[in-house]
C-alpha cells in the first residue's frame, strides 16, 4: 500500500510543482541553448559552408570571364591610344617609298606617348623605316591585320595599324607599352575578390539567422521535448514553438508533441490500469473478488482505532472453515471447488450486515468482522444466519452439495485489542470447533489458548523423546476366532512424559500425541522407531521357540505420504532378518483420500514385499467400493466403537456383520478390535468374523509379558484349564 501511495503522491502534487519549476528553469535554459547552439550546429555549418562554397565556384567562375574581357579592353583602349598618338602625324605626302612619319616626330612620339617603337610599311608592305625599340612583328604579304603580339613578361604588346586604320596608304606596326595592364588586372582581380568575400560573408550571417529562426530553433526545440519524453515518458515537459508559421517543420514540432503528448496520456492510462490492478491483486482475492487477508487487516486496525478505541462499538471477528471442503476438491475437481467458494462467498455476504467485512482469509477460510451495537449475544445472531444460509444445498453443474462450517468467533476489546491477537484467537476458536465435531461455532476463551500452549509444550516435549529413550511399545495380542490359537499382536506406542511425580514420568495415551506428531511431521521418524522396535520384537519371539505370530504395526497417514516408507519398510526387514510375511501394516481410510495412484502405487510395492495389509478402523472413514476391490488389501480391522455396542445398538450391530460380510465378499479376513466380552466374542463368532483382539483377553502388554503370555497361551491351548486366558468358547 505505501509503495503504491508514494508513488501516486509523487505523480500528483508533488509531481506538478516540480513541472512548473522545470518549465521555467528549462525556458531560461532553451534560449541559451539554441543561441549557443546556433553557431554550434554541425547543421548550419554544413548548410552554411556548402553555400559559401558554391557561391566562391560561381564567382571565381565569373571573374576568369570578366577579368579576360577586362584584360582585352585595357588592350583594346592602348590600341587606340597608340593610334590616335600614331595617325595625326602621318603627313600628306604621294611619295609611297619615303616614311610619312619624320624621325624627330617619331622620337618625340616615343618620349610622350605609350609607343616605344613604329615599322611603317608601304602598302606593298615594304619597310619604309623603323623608330625606337624594334618591333616582334614582321609584316608580311599575307599576314593577318588583326594579329597582336604579347610579350611574355607583358612588358609590351604590338599591333597593326591598317590603312584604313590610318586613313592613309600605310601599315604601321606599333610597340606600345602595356606594363599597367597587368597592374590593373591584379587591382581588378583583389577588388573583385574583396567584394565576394564581403557578399559571401554577408548572404552565410544572413543564411545562418534565417537557419537558425526556420530551421535550427524548431529542430533543437525538438529534439529537447523528445528528449525530455524519453526521460521522463509519463510527464514529458513540452515547449510550443514561438513560432506560429504554417511551414513543414513548424507543423512536424507541432505534430511530434502531439504525439508525445498521447504518448504520455497513454503511458498515464496504463499506469493507472496498474496500479488499480496491482490493488485489486494486492488486497481482493481473485476468485471471490471478496477483500483478501491484508486488507481484511487493514479494515479491522482501522475499526478498531475507529470504533472500539472510541468507546462506540465492538467488533467481532469470525474464522469460517468450510468442513471436508478438501475431499470435494480432491474428489469432483478444482472447478466445482472454486464454482462452491464463490457460491459460499456469495451466500455469506448475504447472510452478514450489509456493513460487515467479508473476506477469503485462505483457500476454505473466510473471515468476517462484524460491528456490534450491543453485547457478544448478537454475534450468535449473524452466526445463526451464516448456518442458516448454508443449510440450503448448493447447486453446482446440477448436483446438490451440503456445504458445512465451522466457526471461530473472537471479540474485540473482550479478545483482544491487536489486530493479530484477535485474529489468532479467532482461529483458536475455529480450531476448537473443528475438534469439536465440525459444524459448530465456538467462541473463544481463554482456556483455548492455555490448550493450545500445552500442545506447543507437548511438540517441544515429543522432540526430545525419541532422542531420550521415553518410547515404548506395548503388544496387543490377536487370536483365530476358531481354532483359538494366538496368531499375530498389535504394536502399540506409549510415551512414558517425564514429570515432576516420584515414578519421574507418566503414559500420555497416543491418542493424545499421535496427532501432535502427525501435524509437525515428527511421525515419520518416531514411526520408523516403531516398525524396527515391532520387528525385532517379532524376531525375539521367534528366536524363543514360540510359533511365529504377525506383528502388526499402525502407519500414519503423513508417514504414508510424506516418509519413504516402501524403503524404510524393505531398510527394517533386511536390518531385522523378520520375515515379510509376519509383518502387516495397518492404514486408516484416511490414506486413501489423497492421490489415489500415489497410493495404489505404494500399497502395491508394499505387497510385493511380501507384508500383509490391513485397514483399521475401518468403517469410521471415507469408504468406497471401488479402491477396496482396487488394492492389495488382506484384512479389515472393524473398529472398536462398533464392536463395544454391538449387543445394544441395532446399528452398530447391522454395521459389524455388513463389514463382515463384505470382507468375505471381496476375499479378505475380517478382524475385530474392542472385543471386551465373551458375548462380543460370541456374537462375532456367530458372524463368522475371523480374528478378534480386545480387553477380554489382556491389555497391550510390554515384550517381556507378551512372551511369558505367548508361552502360557500355548500351554493352555495344549492342556485347558480354568483360569487359563485362551478364548472361552474354545
Ligand atoms: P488403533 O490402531 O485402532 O489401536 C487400537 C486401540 O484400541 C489401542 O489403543 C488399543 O489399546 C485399543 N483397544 C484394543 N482393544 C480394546 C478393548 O477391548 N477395549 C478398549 N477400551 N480399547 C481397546 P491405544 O493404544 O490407545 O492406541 C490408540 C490409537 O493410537 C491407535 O488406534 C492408533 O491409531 C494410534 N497408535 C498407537 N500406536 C501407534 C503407532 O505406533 N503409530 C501410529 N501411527 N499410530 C499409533
Ligand atoms: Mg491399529
Ligand atoms: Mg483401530
Not at 388 to 395: K, Q, R
Amino acid at each position: 500500500m505505501s509503495i503504491i501511495k508514494k508513488t501516486s503522491d509523487a505523480l500528483q502534487g508533488h509531481g506538478k510543482k516540480e513541472s512548473i519549476d522545470d518549465s521555467i528553469k528549462s525556458d531560461v535554459f532553451y534560449k541559451e541553448d539554441v543561441e549557443q547552439n546556433i553557431w554550434k550546429s554541425k547543421l548550419s555549418w554544413k548548410i552554411t559552408l556548402s553555400v559559401f562554397a558554391t557561391m566562391i565556384v560561381i564567382q571565381a567562375a565569373v571573374m576568369v570571364f570578366t577579368v579576360n574581357n577586362f584584360e582585352k579592353e585595357k588592350l583594346y583602349e592602348l590600341r587606340q591610344t597608340g593610334l590616335n598618338a600614331v595617325a595625326p602625324l602621318i603627313g600628306q605626302t604621294s611619295d609611297q617609298l619615303v616614311s610619312p612619319i619624320r624621325p624627330d616626330q617619331a622620337r618625340k612620339l616615343i618620349e610622350v606617348t605609350p609607343v616605344k617603337g613604329l615599322s611603317i610599311y608601304s602598302l606593298d608592305v615594304s619597310q619604309l623605316a623603323t623608330y625606337g625599340e624594334t618591333t616582334a612583328l614582321y609584316l608580311s604579304q599575307f599576314m593577318d591585320l588583326n594579329t597582336t603580339y604579347w610579350s611574355v613578361d607583358g612588358s609590351s604588346y604590338e599591333v597593326i595599324y591598317s590603312s584604313s586604320d590610318l586613313r592613309r596608304p600605310y601599315f604601321i606596326v606599333a610597340k606600345l607599352d602595356s606594363s599597367h595592364i597587368d597592374m590593373a588586372v591584379m587591382e581588378y582581380v583583389q577588388q573583385n575578390f574583396l567584394i565576394l568575400l564581403l557578399l559571401a560573408a554577408f548572404v552565410t550571417t544572413v543564411l545562418m539567422i534565417a537557419l537558425s529562426q526556420l530551421l535550427l530553433e524548431p529542430i533543437l526545440l525538438l529534439r529537447k521535448n523528445l528528449l525530455n519524453a524519453v526521460r521522463n515518458p509519463q510527464k514529458p515537459q513540452i515547449q510550443e514553438l514561438r513560432r506560429k508559421d504554417n511551414d513543414e517543420v513548424t507543423l512536424t514540432v507541432n505534430i511530434a508533441n502531439d504525439l508525445i503528448r498521447q504518448n504520455a496520456d497513454n503511458l498515464m492510462k496504463l499506469r493507472e490500469q496498474a496500479e488499480d490492478q496491482i490493488h485489486q491483486l494486492a488486497y481482493y482475492d481473485n476468485l471471490t473478488k471478496l477483500p483478501n487477508r491484508t486488507m481484511f487487516a487493514e479494515r479491522l486496525d482501522q475499526a478498531i482505532k475507529n470504533h472500539v478505541v472510541k468507546k462506540e462499538k465492538s467488533l467481532v471477528v469470525m474464522s469460517v472453515d468450510l468442513d471436508h471442503f478438501k475431499d470435494i476438491n480432491d474428489s469432483m475437481g478444482h472447478e466445482v471447488g472454486d464454482m462452491m467458494l464463490e457460491a459460499v462467498a456469495e451466500r455469506l455476504v448475504n447472510a452478514t450486515p450489509a456493513e460487515a467485512i467479508v473476506s477469503r482469509a485462505s483457500a476454505d477460510e473466510f473471515s468476517i468482522l462484524a460491528f456490534l451495537d450491543e453485547d457478544i449475544s448478537e454475534s450468535s445472531e449473524i452466526v445463526d444466519a451464516i448456518f442458516a444460509s448454508l443449510a440450503e444445498p448448493l447447486v453446482i453443474l446440477q448436483e446438490k452439495f451440503q456445504v458445512r462450517a465451522s466457526i471461530g468467533l473472537a471479540h474485540c476489546p473482550q479478545d483482544g485489542m491487536e489486530v493479530s491477537h484477535i485474529m489468532k484467537n479467532a482461529d483458536i476458536a475455529l480450531n476448537r470447533a473443528k475438534e469439536d465435531g465440525r459444524a459448530t461455532y465456538r467462541f473463544y476463551s481463554e482456556d483455548f489458548d492455555r490448550a493450545v500452549q500445552s500442545r506447543f509444550q507437548m511438540l517441544r516435549d515429543l522432540r526430545l523423546a525419541l532422542e531420550g529413550n521415553q518410547f515404548k511399545l506395548h503388544y496387543h495380542p490377536q487370536f483365530d476366532l476358531k481354532t483359538g490359537k494366538m496368531i499375530g499382536a498389535e504394536a502399540l506406542l506409549r510415551w512414558y512424559r517425564p514429570d515432576n511425580s516420584p515414578e519421574g514420568s507418566h503414559l500420555v495415551s497416543p491418542v493424545e500425541f499421535i496427532p501432535i506428531a502427525e501435524q509437525s511431521g515428527l511421525i515419520v521418524p518416531i514411526g520408523e522407531w516403531v516398525m524396527e522396535t515391532a520387528c525385532k520384537a517379532a524376531v525375539e519371539w521367534q528366536s524363543q521357540g514360540l510359533d511365529p505370530i504377525r506383528m502388526a504395526v499402525n502407519i500414519s497417514g503423513i508417514q504414508f505420504h510424506r516418509g519413504d516408507i516402501v524403503n524404510m519398510v524393505k531398510r527394517v526387514l533386511n536390518d531385522t532378518g523378520l520375515d515379510p510375511r509376519m509383518l502387516e501394516l495397518e492404514v486408516t481410510e484416511s490414506v486413501f483420500m489423497d492421490d489415489i495412484n500415489q497410493t495404489i502405487d505404494i500399497l502395491r510395492q508394499l505387497h510385493e514385499l511380501g507384508c500383509e495389509l490391513a485397514i483399521d478402523d475401518f468403517g469410521t472413514g471415507y469408504s468406497s467400493l471401488s479402491y477396496l476391490r482396487q488394492f492389495p488389501i488382506d484384512r479389515l480391522k472393524i473398529d472398536q466403537s462398533f464392536v463395544r455396542e454391538v449387543l445394544t445398538n441395532n446399528d452398530d450391530q447391522a454395521i459389524t456383520r455388513t463389514i463382515i460380510n463384505l470382507g468375505h465378499s471381496l476375499g479378505l479376513k475380517v478382524i475385530a478390535e474392542g472385543v471386551e466380552t465373551t458375548d462380543h466374542q460370541n456374537f462375532l463368532l456367530r458372524e463368522n468374523c475371523d480374528e478378534v483382539q480386545g480387553f477380554k483377553y489382556t491389555k497391550p502388554i510390554p515384550l517381556n509379558e507378551l512372551l511369558e503370555y505367548g508361552k502360557a497361551y500355548n500351554n493352555d491351548l495344549e492342556k485347558p484349564s480354568k483360569d487359563s486366558p485362551k478364548l472361552s468358547v474354545i
